[in-house]
Each structure stands twice: as C-alpha cells, then as structure tokens.
C-alpha cells in the first residue's frame, strides 16, 4: 500500500510529528511512502520520522508545481486541473492508496481529497485517524423510489433546524417523509430497505409503535446527492449564492477597554467576485468556550454570554451587515462554528445546519447557483465541505492571495501583477474531473 501526503513542518505539542496517526496506519502494510512536496523547502526531520516509523517503506518524494500568480493570467487559471493531474499522474495504479489529510493549504487538501475519490481510495485525517471522514464512495441505493425516500431526510433535517422542532432528535416517521413534495406517500418500508443495509439510515420502533428512521454520518452524501438530482436544474439563469468561509471570527475587543483594529473580515469575500447573496461561515477555536457548537449567527448571539465573544460576534453581524447592504447583497442568516471536531457526528450536525441555512435562504429569495470558497474552512471541516459541495454540485473555487497577507503559510511573496478578480480560480470537485 501506499501511503500518500504532504510534506509539512508543524510538529505536534509533543515535539514529534505523528503520534496516534502511526498506530493507526501499522495496521496497513505500507510498502512506500510517497511525500509531495508543495515548495522547495524540504523538512528533513519529518522525512527522518517517517523512515524511523515506516523502515521497511520506501520514501519517494514528488515535487509539485508551487501555486503562483508569476504567470500569465490563462496559466494562473489552469493551476488548479495541473495540481490534480500531477497528484493522479503520481500515483501507481498497481497499489492500494491512503491519502493523509489534515497538512497544507487548503487547494491542496482539497486536490488530495478529490485524488482519494477518483482512485476509491481511503483517507485518514492525521490529527483524528481513528474518524472516517466524509467522503464520495459510490452510492449503493439505485433504484428511483429507494433514493427518493432518501433524500427527503436532507429536508427532514432542515425543516427540524429552521422550525425549530423538538422532541425528534434525527428521527423521522413514514408519515413526516411522506409530507413532503415529492416523496413516496406509501411503501417507506420497502423503500428503506437497502439503505438500511447499507447503513445509510436507522431504524427503531417507539413505545407507541411507530416506525422511525434517522440519517447517518455514511448515508449523508448519498442522500444530498439524492436531494440534489431530485432538485434538477431549472431552465433559467439563477442568481449566485456564494458560501465563505472566514478563518476566524475576528477579534474586536482586546481587553482593558481597548478596541482592536478593524479586521478584514470582508477581504476575502470581495475577491470571490460579484455575488447575489452571501452566507458566511464564521469560525473560532477557543479553548475557553466549552463544547463543539453549530447554529446561525442571530442564535450565537443570544446563546453565548461571554463577553469577549459576544462582542466580536455581535461586531462581526454589523460588518456583514453593512458590507451586504451597501453591495446589495440578499443575506438571511449566517454560520457560526465553534470547536469544531472530526467527530462523524458533529460533521453530520454541521453539514445538516449548513443545509438548512442554504435551504432558509431559498426559501426567502428563491433557488440559487451554489458557490462554494473553500479558501478557508478549518481543518476540521475541510473534507466534509469538499464532500458538501461535490454532493450538491456547487461550483467550488479557491481565492489566491495577491500579496503576504497574514493566515498565508509564507507571508513574504512578490505582489502580484494580475487584476484582482484573476486571483479566483475554478477547482475541480467531481470524480469525473
């Protein structure tokens, strides 16, 4: 087997680079070790670790194309496509693959995501080996009521955020399925069998005796892609959702009284181009706030009372709000990420909240294309956005930093000479790319 990542220099706190991830890839016999390499900076303690914990593998390093915007304008385009063919062109064909994720930019995360997809190989997070990640695999519910039934649960979920339904936890009766536009009226039985099998779904008999069902973290993208095929496309030009990630919430207030400079908070969404609605996915990591939490901006700011946070979420509101107003932007609500984990659980929550915010956002203006920046989503989240957007048949798209702006991984870089909209590149995101 081959064991294929990126080369990076961040150590774990322990001062090694790998610690639980090793236990979990001895279980495979890795036969070679191919290291890509993204820039010309080679880290000789990692390649040093990983022949002291894989010494019968052999290490094969593989220079990739540095991302630039030192060419012409068409060229910067293409280097998107290039990545993913050097990644493929890589690879042998004779062995199985198991992509490490979770180091280097997220184009590239994203790129050796889509590698594992269009091979059908695994991928193992090196901050969480032990969680499956979301991925494409291949549906196994062909048949036209089966997949239906299926993909009502994506509006099932929704309906349960945006309404705020209690009492149902995820699950659902034939009759809540059969509400729905579209979905079978009768023989959810039948109809739930083979996802069933395939544990795309749960099933439990309640004390009253009604049958209910509950969507899993394995059965999500099969039932958004079925969602998304019911859905079709309309025979009109839609206007354009575009869905950001901002890195962090920034932070306005920094104690004593004193206000920190105004963040950038719109920068990026700026250079992914005109837009007609935007939903941003604001996200934190702060150890002192408990607990993993997705919910939409308006809730974040009742649910949370730590000052310090409040104040930036309620500061973050105002700046999203002018920025909409003055580009006339529609905009219904926002995400807000906090802690997020690689839990298969809290992937599920948090694909389920992005969908009913996308699906509140419709239902106020109307059906959109759906634009994914994917620029920016932590580490956490980023495979599953990748699977989010694959599912739904977003356009996906990355946004070059035209100068060393802080959150870039070398900050020293010549400026570019392109017009700022050039710095939008199209990203491959389906297995037939």
Known sequence: MQLCLVEFTRKCTTGVFFTKFIDAVSKHEIEEIVLFQPTDQVCLPL????????????????????????????????????LLRQILSKLDEGQESLFVLGR????????????????????????????????????????????????????????????????????????????????????INAATQLPLKKGYLLKEETQSGN????????????????????????????????????????????????????????????????????????????????????????????????????GDLRAAKEILRQRCEYDSVDVKNHLVVINPVYDEEFQLLFSNNLFAALADFEKEYGRHNWNFDITSPLNQIKATVSSFSNASNASTYFILKPRGEKGVVFEKVERSRHPRYAHKLSVPNSECS
């Open 47 to 82: 390649r040093e670790e990983l022949e002291a914990k894989f010494p019968k593998a052999t290490l094969r390093s593989e220079q990739l194309e540095p991302i630039s915007t030192d060419m012409v304008i068409h060229e910067m385009m293409q280097q998107p496509w290039n």
């Open 104 to 187: 280097g930019a997220s184009l590239l995360q994203h790129m050796m995501w889509l590698s594992a997809e269009i091979r059908g190989c695994k991928t193992i997070s090196i901050d969480a080996p032990d969680v499956e990640l979301f991925h494409i695999g291949t549906s196994e519910v062909n048949t036209e009521i089966a997949s239906t039934t299926l993909g009502a649960f994506v509006s099932l979920h929704a309906q349960e955020i945006n309404e705020n339904i209690t009492g149902k936890n995820g699950w659902f009766s034939a009759n809540d399925i059969s509400q729905l536009p579209g979905a079978v009226a009768s023989g």
């Open 211 to 310: 049958t209910v069902y509950k969507l899993t973290p394995k059965g999500w993208h099969s039932c958004s892609k079925s969602f998304t095929e019911a859905r079709g496309v309309e025979d009109e030009d839609l206007k354009e959702l575009l869905i950001s990630f901002s890195r962090q919430i920034p932070s306005i207030q920094i104690g004593n009284g004193q206000t920190a400079e105004t963040p950038l908070l719109t920068s990026q969404i700026s250079g992914a181009g005109i837009h007609d609605g935007l939903l941003v996915v604001l996200q934190r990591i702060d150890d002192s706030i408990e607990g993993n939490h997705v919910m939409t901006l308006d809730d974040a700011c009742d649910f949370f009372t730590e000052p310090g946070l409040l």
